[in-house]
Structures are given as structure tokens and as C-alpha cells.
């Protein structure tokens, strides 16, 4: 496969992925402001952390495989990567919330993009560093 097809189909999958994990975020999110009425601001952030590091250990295993990194070490900078990613979200939400008076669920949806593409660049870049690599079929 070519490495420009190879880079579009990792995109692809991680998009599957994170997608996926996105609904998962926003359920929690309407579970936690809509049903237990908890803070939005605090909720998004919460529900975020949650839902990405359910979309690493499944990245790592799908989308980044030909990582050298340990997985304590991996999530240890993905965490450092999520919680920049964490701040914005919830420097976004209180923005939208606050300020413009949108409710949660699509100020949530209008922040993902944004935020999406940081952790894809910093996962596939920094931390797993696998950018011009494609997963050959040997285990980690």
C-alpha cells in the first residue's frame, strides 16, 4: 500500500474510532447535566477524559500499532496531550455556555472537530510516533 494511502486509512480508522467514542462522550454528557444535572463545564471535561482514554487503549490497539511505546509510558503522554485537549474543551464549553448561551450538547459537538484533529496530530506525531510507518503485522 502507498504511504499516502496508508497515512488516509489510519486517519480513516482513527475517525471511526473517535467517532465512536465521541457519542459515547456526548451520552455521558447528557447523562450527567440532563439526568443528574451536574455542572456542564465540569461535566464536559469529565465525560471527555473518560471517553479518550477508552479511544487510546482502542487507538493503540487498531489505529497506532507499530508504536514502540509501552503502554504505561503511551498513556502517560497521552494524558499530558488529553489534558491540554481537556482544557480547551472546557475553556470552549464555558465560552459557548456562558458567553453565547448555547446549551451543552452542541456546544460539545462544535468543539469536537477542533479538538479531534489536536489529538490525532499529537497522538500520531508525539506520542506514538508512527507518521510514515504503517503496522506491518508484528505484535507490541
Do not use: C
Request: no cysteine; aromatic share 16%; glycine share 10%.
Amino acid at each position: 500500500m502507498l504511504p499516502q494511502k496508508r497515512a488516509i486509512f489510519r486517519f480513516l480508522k482513527y475517525s471511526i474510532v473517535g467517532g465512536s467514542t465521541f457519542l459515547f462522550d456526548l451520552a455521558l454528557l447528557y447523562v450527567l447535566v440532563d439526568i443528574f444535572h451536574l455542572d456542564p463545564i465540569l461535566s464536559a471535561g469529565g465525560a471527555f477524559l473518560i471517553a479518550v482514554s477508552i479511544n487510546y487503549l482502542i487507538s493503540r490497539r487498531l489505529v497506532f500499532r507499530g508504536t514502540k511505546r509501552t503502554l504505561h509510558t503511551g498513556y502517560g503522554i497521552f494524558l499530558l496531550i488529553t489534558g491540554i485537549g481537556a482544557a480547551v474543551v472546557m475553556g470552549l464549553m464555558a465560552l459557548f455556555v456562558n458567553v453565547f448561551d448555547w446549551s451543552p450538547l452542541p456546544s460539545r459537538v462544535a468543539i469536537a472537530l477542533v479538538v479531534g484533529i489536536w489529538n490525532y496530530l499529537m497522538n500520531l506525531y508525539v506520542n506514538f510516533r508512527v507518521a510514515g510507518e504503517y503496522y506491518s503485522g508484528e505484535r507490541n
